[in-house]
């Protein structure tokens, strides 16, 4: 399936500068997803999989950059990195 960024935007709260953003970032590539024929952009279930998870670790507090560098690391393993962020915060709290 595809979605707009106008689906993007009603339904997972992104604006369209912060999908611009992720493009700029290296987190999202655009050849991927911008029909050739219109130029628009139509994101997969799989691109809707990676904005979800940089929504998800802006929420816990992670920056732009932090998540390029981490999501883009070999290793990058999201229950791991969740899993350290929780950690982080519970010994910020204590």
């Known amino acids: 399936m595809k979605y707009t960024v106008n689906w993007v935007q009603k339904n997972l709260g992104v604006t369209r500068k912060t999908l611009r953003n992720y493009e700029e970032k290296g987190l999202m590539d655009k050849t991927t997803f911008q029909n050739p024929d ?19 670790l802006q929420g ?5 950059d932090e998540i390029v560098e981490t999501t883009q690391n070999t290793d990058f393993n999201m229950q791991a990195s969740l899993s350290e962020i929780i950690i982080e ?6």
Not at 41 to 51: A, F, G, L, M, P
Not at 60 to 64: A, E, N
């Open 89 to 94: 915060k519970k010994k910020k709290k204590s």
């Open 60 to 64: 816990v507090g992670k920056k732009i």
């Open 38 to 56: 219109n130029k628009y952009r139509e994101y997969s279930d799989q691109d809707i999989e990676k904005i979800w998870l940089y929504r998800l």
